[in-house]
T-cell receptor, first 113, second 112 residues
Framework: AQSVTQLDSQVPVFEEAPVELRCNYSSSVSVYLFWYVQYPNQGLQLLLKYLSGSTLVKGINGFEAEFNKSQTSFHLRKPSVHISDTAEYFCAVTQGGSEKLVFGKGTKLTVNP | DGGITQSPKYLFRKEGQNVTLSCEQNLNHDAMYWYRQDPGQGLRLIYYSQIVNDFQKGDIAEGYSVSREKKESFPLTVTSAQKNPTAFYLC???????????FGQGTRLTVV
């Protein structure tokens, strides 16, 4: 079965510093990959997705992620974070053509002034 | 505006009572999902449905039931058999190719 590992449960950073949130998935079969953000007591909002094509994917709010098939990774990056980026971030995967979306356990990003 | 509506946002129930959470979408999506979220555990799939009148169990279906009588609606019933029902519940929908899932704002259920 497909699984997703988010290697860090919490990531504290200072404002304007770069950040990387790590995500590894279990299958090398054709996959779709997603990053979602969740603010407290709200639903999930899509940041970006990889379906095919270029391995560098750009999303909203200045985030980007790189799909690395050989390392089965899809790490999320932002070159300079803001206080407003404080939230929980979830990596998710589905095998191409499957309807089941599998989530990692989430990474809480805290941006300090 | 198109989207997914979950209601209510907060729900309190006494132990032993069944409770139904509402989820409606106007995105014309075929697939709908229910997830449960607990601190530090991510999102766990309860049930999903790809088409009207059909649904499948997810990873933690015990103590829950669903129906899919209309394309727009996918209500979740938390039964008294669910041992730890207090949680944040999220509904989502997508096209059948799951190229993107859209989420509702969630329902926080507290059982006392």
């Amino acid at each position: 079965a497909q699984s997703v590992t988010q290697l860090d449960s919490q990531v504290p950073v200072f404002e304007e510093a770069p950040v990387e949130l790590r995500c590894n998935y279990s299958s090398s079969v054709s996959v779709y990959l997603f990053w979602y953000v969740q603010y407290p007591n709200q639903g999930l909002q899509l940041l970006l997705k990889y379906l095919s094509g270029s391995t560098l994917v750009k999303g909203i709010n200045g985030f980007e992620a790189e799909f690395n098939k050989s390392q089965t990774s899809f790490h999320l990056r932002k070159p300079s974070v803001h206080i407003s980026d404080t939230a929980e971030y979830f990596c998710a995967v589905t095998q191409g053509g499957s309807e089941k979306l599998v989530f990692g356990k989430g990474t809480k990003l805290t941006v300090n002034p | 505006d198109g989207g997914i509506t979950q209601s209510p946002k907060y729900l309190f129930r006494k132990e032993g009572q069944n409770v139904t959470l509402s989820c409606e979408q106007n995105l014309n999506h075929d697939a709908m999902y229910w997830y449960r979220q607990d601190p530090g555990q991510g999102l766990r799939l309860i049930y999903y449905s790809q088409i009207v009148n059909d649904f499948q169990k997810g990873d933690i279906a015990e103590g829950y039931s669903v129906s899919r009588e209309k394309k727009e609606s996918f209500p979740l019933t938390v039964t008294s058999a669910q041992k730890n029902p207090t949680a944040f519940y999220l509904c989502a929908s997508s096209t059948n190719r799951a190229t993107e899932a859209f989420f509702g704002q969630g329902t926080r259920l507290t059982v006392v």
